[in-house]
């Protein structure tokens, strides 16, 4: 295949291919001056297979997390628990006292 800079064999190429000489020397310079960063499907499953080993990495970073987080949570229920049964002892103690 032709480099994209080399718009006489591009344009004899797609001279062959039907198009007629004014046509075919048009599309080759606009061919020749596209730009040299265009990506391809090469370029693309590269970048998808690094993305999908970050969200891995991700993944496991989470679950490593998972446990602690739960546990943190348990324990500030708890607590959270506790302060409410406290509360209504309190509260139950002061009834008590203003009734007795």
């Known amino acids: ?14 001279r062959a291919a039907g198009f007629n000489e004014q046509q075919a020397d048009a599309l080759a310079t606009h061919i020749a001056v596209l730009p040299s960063n ?7 499953a590269i970048e998808v297979s690094r993305l999908e080993h970050r969200i891995d990495q ?13 546990l943190k949570l348990g324990a500030g229920m708890a607590a959270g628990f506790g ?3 406290t509360a209504i002892s309190i509260g139950v103690g002061a009834i008590l006292s203003q009734l007795g």
Do not use: N
């Open 1 to 14: 295949m032709a480099m994209a800079s080399d718009t006489l064999s591009i344009s004899k190429g797609l």
């Open 83 to 85: 302060l409410v049964l």
């Open 58 to 70: 991700l993944d496991h970073k989470v679950d490593q997390i998972e446990p602690r987080l739960l």
């Open 38 to 44: 265009l990506v391809t499907k090469q370029d693309l």
